[in-house]
């Protein structure tokens, strides 16, 4: 291992994360307690700029190759030329019968080697109908992908993001404008990017998300075909005096089960709602994506952009494009995006939930070094990076005979 790789084992211990950038001057990351206090880990832990070239380009061809139907053979030149220069590898089969080893524990997050994180999957997250089960070739090589390989090789599919919830403070948005002045040296976007931030709150966006899938779930119970489904799923909204029952009949809302391959598939749900359960996993992204929006929103944020609607949190995911956020200054670069992956925790302490992401793409042989994968408290997990300053909470299904969603997660584990 070289001096580099050395150093990027060591302090893989510290605060990490799938997606960060060539960090330029930027304020801590709002709103996620003193555990979560990061900046970018590309300049904290040697990144170059083609490395974090790589990890984008690795992120667009997971995305093309999450689409049914597609194959390397159809990626974009410029796709594929990064793939290859990347490094990435599969990682190997792991023997069924082989134990995990305890992770690292540092503050708030364990990590391990992608190899273990295979032995505990294998021992914990495997199940289906009861039966554990040897990760594929094709799920090792979905793993290697980084932070959305572990949402990927949880939830079935590629994730699609289409239900996500958040909770954006429109008070404290109007008071913070009003009530405070720019930093020194901080143009008018800047100011106004970092107060919109700072108004989101993951924790109610958590919660909401957590409630809808709750609701979801119940009308899941006993219902044999999707009418009975969204019947049920109105009289709990209903019932609730929740403002989702308004949602029209074509809304993501109730059409997220039906989009869901595995509800269709004979070994998920089979059409079989009650087959199926609802699940959570973690977005984190930045705002300014827009290619009409000013180039200082896309470098710090439109504050308009991927906000909630106030009444049912659902985020319109429908314009991000996986776009990272604009450079500043020469030599900047910016990861696109970071995923976590929550499942069915029941633990209602969203302090003491874990989520399960990793650093990045598995190229052991590489400079970029091998894939890492942590398991962090919401808190650490919440708080992001300055690679982003959005964070979703999507709601998925799958089928109920895949225990890739345990109700209990044993940070470290065993």
């Not at 409630?211 to 909204?237: R, T």
């Not at 300014?288 to 200082?296: C, F, L, R, T, V």
Request: aromatic share 12%.
């Amino acid at each position: 291992m070289n001096k580099r790789q050395s150093f990027l084992a060591f302090t893989a211990l510290g605060a990490i994360v799938c997606a960060t950038g060539f960090m330029p001057s930027g304020s801590p990351a709002e709103g996620g307690g003193d555990e979560g206090r990061k900046g970018s880990y590309a300049e904290t832990h040697g990144l170059t700029a083609a490395d974090v070239e790589n990890i984008n380009a690795l992120n667009e061809r997971a995305l093309y190759l999450g689409r049914p139907g597609k194959s390397p053979a159809g990626l974009p030149p410029s796709a594929d030329a990064f793939s290859r220069s990347s490094g990435m590898e599969t990682p190997p089969a792991e023997p069924l019968d082989r134990m995990p080893d305890a992770y690292r524990a540092y503050g708030g997050r364990a990590t391990t080697v992608v190899n273990n994180y295979i032995r505990k999957w294998q021992q914990a997250y495997s199940h289906r109908d009861g039966r554990i089960r040897q990760m594929t070739e094709e799920q090792r090589e979905q793993l290697s992908y980084g932070c959305v390989g572990i949402t990927w090789v949880n939830s079935g599919p590629y994730p699609t993001n289409r239900l996500a919830f958040a909770f954006f403070d429109e008070k404290k948005y109007q008071n913070d404008l009003q009530n405070s002045r720019p930093r020194p040296n901080e143009t008018q976007a800047e100011f106004e990017g970092r107060i919109a931030k700072g108004s989101f709150d993951e924790e109610k966006g958590f919660k909401r998300a957590r409630d809808v899938a709750s609701i979801m779930n119940k009308a899941l119970e006993n219902a044999h075909d999707e009418g009975a489904y969204i019947e049920n799923l109105k009289k709990e909204l209903e019932s609730r005096n929740d403002d989702l029952l308004h949602e029209s009949s074509r809304s993501n809302f109730y059409s997220a089960l039906r989009d869901t391959p595995s509800f269709k598939d004979r070994s998920g749900g089979d059409h079989d709602p009650s087959r199926m359960k609802a699940v959570i996993y973690s977005k984190h992204f930045w705002s300014g994506q827009s290619w009409w929006a000013s180039p200082e929103k896309r470098m710090f944020g439109d504050p308009e952009a991927f906000r909630p609607d106030p009444d049912t949190g659902l985020v319109d995911m429908s314009g991000d494009r996986n776009v990272p956020r604009s450079p500043a200054k020469p030599g900047e670069r910016w990861v696109n995006f970071d995923y976590g992956w929550f499942g069915a925790q029941t633990e209602a302490d969203a302090d003491k939930t874990v989520w399960t992401h990793a650093n990045h793409y598995h190229a052991p042989s590489s400079d970029v070094g091998p894939m890492r994968v942590y398991e962090s408290t919401f808190r650490n997990w919440s708080a992001g990076y300055t690679d982003f300053d959005r964070g979703t909470y999507v709601i998925t299904f799958i089928p109920k005979s895949w225990n890739t969603a345990p109700s209990k997660v044993e940070q470290g584990w065993p």
